[in-house]
């Protein structure tokens, strides 16, 4: 066997979780936010592919708790409250699922699921069920649709707050080990939550997909994401060469290097979201820049070296207030600002690019939804 050979072997898969497998020449993706599997489907093959886009983001695919209160019917962040790993949810179901991303791939538009894997829901009653009905009881951390129990999730020994949820993030124990929101935090160190974690992965990777996009990663610790995603299947060879691995990108909200936790602390896993890049060109437009004023955009702004780096004008957080809410970060509703700041971010030689695909609703942010 010939040294270039052994180079290959040993590099592929030590790169590719920093490759997004597109097929050249596409270089960016979308992010099509709620939309039904049939519907991106149907996208890919009349749209995105003849248009030359290389991608699209999903939402979490996994079963979640369906929430119809006096005050939320159906929002939008259920989909952010796991209730098992079963493929089923409002987008559709399993069938259709395999069938979008089949269709996708045919037309080279590659599919990134949304994972969500650091909780499962928050604190609802015991006949609440999940989008593929199964039932769940948070209070006794009981999840019999994957399964999960008590056993599973982190606990007041591991917690260092009195709440047991994130109470500072200038603590990373806190961060990593604590409820956010409330929401149950799994205990990703143990073998059975990572087991049950690589077959919900390896199950998304055996239809097709072509990588990962991981919410909340700052909330896990990097050591046992890094030992998740080294034990993931390679790609399907039906789709991908062979020997082709996963493509990881972290959510990592890292603003102003104030915290303990930067998105450095994941790149050896994968790249991460740069939120400052919409940041940091909210600011240029708004204030009026000019071209010349951003010759040096990327890492010389304190941002991640641009193979790390995943860019985005704004994401489905930040247009709505949360997390990151900044009256810099610049929206659809700023329309033509927008397509400026859209446009130079698919021009510019910086990052892995991803655009935004949301839906206009009456603007009325509380609590950051």
């Known amino acids: 066997?010939?040294?270039?050979?052994?180079?290959?072997?040993?590099?592929?898969?030590?790169?590719?979780?920093?490759?997004?497998?597109?097929?050249?020449?596409?270089?960016?993706?979308?992010?099509?936010?709620?939309?039904?599997?049939?519907?991106?489907?149907?996208?890919?093959?009349?749209?995105?592919?003849?248009?030359?886009?290389?991608?699209?983001?999903?939402?979490?695919?996994?079963?979640?708790?369906?929430?119809?209160?006096?005050?939320?019917?159906?929002?939008?962040?259920?989909?952010?409250?796991?209730?098992?790993?079963?493929?089923?949810?409002?987008?559709?179901?399993?069938?259709?699922?395999?069938?979008?991303?089949?269709?996708?791939?045919?037309?080279?538009?590659?599919?990134?699921?949304?994972?969500?894997i650091n909780h499962m829901s928050g604190t609802w009653p015991v006949d609440t069920l999940g989008t593929g009905g199964s039932s769940f009881d948070s209070e006794a951390l009981e999840y019999p649709g994957v399964p999960f129990t008590a056993e599973d999730f982190h606990g007041s020994n591991d917690c260092p707050t009195d709440s047991g949820n994130v109470e500072s993030n200038d603590d990373p124990v806190q961060v990593r080990n604590c409820r956010l929101l409330g929401l149950r935090d799994l205990n990703q160190r143990k073998s059975h939550v990572r087991e049950r974690v690589l077959e919900y992965i390896n199950r998304l990777i055996g239809y097709g997909v072509a990588g990962f996009r991981v919410d909340g990663s700052k909330y896990m610790w990097p050591e046992d994401l890094e030992a998740i995603f080294n034990s993931l299947d390679s790609l399907n060879p039906e789709f991908f060469p062979a020997g082709s691995r996963p493509f990881v990108f972290l959510e990592v909200i890292d603003l102003d290097g104030s915290e303990p936790i930067t998105g450095s602390d994941y790149t050896h896993i994968g790249r991460v979201t740069e939120f400052k890049y919409g940041q940091f060109l909210g600011q240029a437009f708004r204030k009026g820049l000019a071209l010349q004023d951003l010759e040096n955009f990327g890492e010389e702004w304190g941002m991640q070296p641009e193979g790390d780096a995943v860019v985005f004008v704004d994401n489905h957080d930040n247009q709505r207030g949360q997390w990151t809410g900044s009256p810099n970060i610049i929206t659809f509703r700023d329309a033509r600002m927008y397509k400026m700041a859209t446009a130079f971010m698919l021009a510019w030689p910086y990052g892995f690019p991803r655009i935004m695909s949301s839906y206009y609703w009456e603007q009325d942010i509380q609590d950051g939804h």
């Open 1 to 116: 066997m010939g040294p270039l050979l052994l180079f290959a072997l040993f590099a592929a898969p030590a790169w590719g979780q920093w490759d997004p497998n597109v097929a050249p020449p596409r270089t960016s993706i979308v992010h099509l936010f709620e939309w039904k599997w049939t519907d991106i489907a149907r996208e890919c093959e009349e749209f995105l592919g003849p248009q030359g886009f290389a991608g699209v983001q999903t939402s979490p695919p996994n079963e979640n708790v369906v929430i119809v209160t006096e005050a939320h019917n159906r929002p939008w962040w259920e989909r952010y409250q796991p209730v098992s790993y079963k493929l089923e949810t409002r987008s559709g179901t399993e069938e259709e699922f395999a069938e979008m991303v089949r269709k996708c791939n045919a037309v080279n538009v590659r599919v990134y699921p949304d994972l969500v």
